[in-house]
């Protein structure tokens, strides 16, 4: 009984065990963003999706406005839509896109 949260979960371990500042269900004010992972230079908004598509992932990226809280820091923002294959049992597909 595998889920989004379960993927989730190994995203912030790993990352927090590399030393990045991460954050799960980080609100914004539509939705919560999957995963903020927060570097020095550049932060990262992971949107994940178990058995959907990358493509999707970073629509609702767009559409909740995920970014907005960062975007007067300075920093680069980068979206990445992650799906989740449970057939394959790994990653099937993921999107990184620099926002503008």
């Not at 995920?66 to 057939?87: C, E, F, H, Q, T």
Request: avoid cysteine; proline fraction near 2%; aromatic fraction near 10%.
């Amino acid at each position: 009984n595998k889920s989004e949260r379960d993927v989730q979960t190994v995203f912030y371990l790993i990352f927090s065990l590399m030393g990045a500042y991460v954050r799960v269900e980080e609100d914004s004010a539509v939705g919560r963003a999957d995963v903020v992972i927060h570097m020095p230079d550049t932060i990262y908004v992971l949107e994940l999706k178990y058995d959907g598509s990358a493509k999707e992932a970073l629509r609702q990226i767009d559409d909740k406005g995920y970014l907005i809280p960062y975007s007067a820091n300075g920093k680069r923002l980068v979206k990445v839509g992650v799906n989740y294959d449970s057939a394959k049992r790994t990653l099937g597909e993921w999107i990184v896109s620099e926002s503008k």
